[in-house]
């Protein structure tokens, strides 16, 4: 059995120590805020801290902190997304405490250099407009922009080139020190040590941090009006997105949505949408569902590629496959088979460890509890075919928005 601890120290700070096999520890830190916390007027504030947090403390320079893990063959690294920044390291076991007071060294004293910044703002300014030239990509984040206009959902995670490049120093700092509070924090360190060892390390590293606790003003998103849009973007491929209002990502509801968007169109060559559009009727290479819930908000989303005069007919019949798992109640070997499916993608997804280290903080910090793998294969083993009949009762009971890039 393998040993976790949950410890939360006198400052707030979570913490989750776990003892796994291997050679390798897995250490981070999740935070509490992501881009719709950005502030008004500065659109990609939070991944432009997670770019610049790297860049120096009073004690280390930025190329002493990259160093710091490279030169043990280990890795630093971090990501945003909407609600949540990630900074993390994965290095050979033995040197837990090395990454520890890193991460604390930088959560504490990130000081932001303006030269550093600036040099990292034409790293974001290119990765901004990547972003833009693929349309893949970007449809989503036009979508969304749609979907959630006048909301902190709208603007995407990377934010514009006039609103980084009006970021500064200030801004940064003033991020920093007000969402990466103790509070809103939860540190992960998976390692074949000894998790006691590891949580005296992560206690001894960041339980002396002191900051106020911030009071994140997340407004429910308000429903906009259904919109059709066709934008052109000179491609020969037609990237859609179809999108519908779901609920949040505390709603336990959420295994039978897994469940139904993995029947739908998940990854599997056997998926509903996948058969009807690229096997039977070649229409498409690409089709998939997908889920972002948040804190308070949900959207289902169905993405495919297509020639842009076959738009049309993909869409009906993305609709049509919609209305017959709300309608039609599968047979039991289907759902078992279908049931059976998605808790062994989570088995082999679980075998990727870094993901399920992180995975153990997100929970903590979405749940208040350990949602591993094992736990949400279990949820999904007690759902019934009524239960993603309803799901798909709410998903069909819309009108979808539609966005489409040509």
Not at 102 to 108: K, M
Not at 221 to 237: L, S
Not at 244 to 251: G, L, N, Q, V
């Amino acid at each position: 059995m393998t040993e976790r601890i949950v410890h939360t120290c006198a400052n707030g700070l979570r913490i989750v120590a776990e003892q796994s096999d291997g050679n390798v520890a897995y250490i981070g830190l999740l935070v509490n805020a992501g881009s719709r916390d950005d502030g008004r007027g500065k659109d990609g504030l939070a991944h432009f801290v997670e770019h610049t947090i790297f860049k120096g403390t009073p004690r280390r320079r930025g190329w002493q902190v990259s160093n710091r893990m490279e030169l043990i063959g280990g890795e630093l690294n971090a990501y945003t997304t909407k609600e949540e920044i990630m900074v993390y390291t994965n290095a050979p076991a033995g040197y837990e405490a090395r990454a520890l007071e890193l991460i604390a060294d930088l959560v504490e004293n990130a000081c932001f250099p303006p030269a550093e910044i600036d040099r990292e703002r034409g790293v974001i300014l290119e990765e901004i407009q990547s972003y833009r030239d693929n349309a893949s990509y970007a449809v989503f984040d036009e979508f969304d922009e749609l979907f959630y206009a006048g909301s902190d959902l709208a603007h995407n995670i990377l934010g514009y080139a006039d609103t980084v490049n009006a970021l500064t120093q200030t801004d940064a700092v003033e991020f920093l020190r007000r969402h990466f509070n103790p509070h809103d924090m939860v540190m992960y360190c998976v390692s074949p040590t000894d998790p006691q060892r590891n949580l005296r390390l992560a206690e001894k590293y960041l339980g002396h941090i002191l900051r106020p606790e911030a009071t994140l003003i997340r407004p429910v998103p308000q429903v906009c009006g259904v919109f059709d849009e066709t934008r052109d973007r000179d491609n020969h491929q037609a990237n859609t997105v179809l999108g519908a209002r779901i609920f949040p990502a505390y709603d336990p509801r959420r295994y039978a949505l897994f469940l139904m968007s993995g029947l739908l169109g998940g990854p599997s060559m056997n998926s509903r949408l996948n058969r009807e559009l690229r096997e039977r009727r070649g229409l498409v290479y690409t089709v998939e569902s997908s889920v972002s819930l948040y804190s308070n908000a949900g959207t289902f989303q169905i993405y495919f590629g297509t020639e842009p005069k076959d738009v049309e007919k993909c869409s009906r019949i993305v609709r049509r496959e919609i209305d017959r798992l709300a309608s039609e109640t599968m047979s039991e070997r289907m759902f078992t088979q279908a049931r059976r499916q998605l808790c062994g993608q989570l088995l082999v997804s679980g075998d990727n460890r870094e993901s399920c280290a992180m995975s153990l903080a997100k929970s903590l910090m979405r749940h208040g509890e350990i949602h591993d793998n094992r736990h949400t294969a279990e949820r999904i083993m007690e759902l019934s075919a009524d239960d993603v009949r309803d799901v798909a009762e709410i998903i069909a009971s819309q009108t979808f928005s539609r966005l489409t890039l040509i």
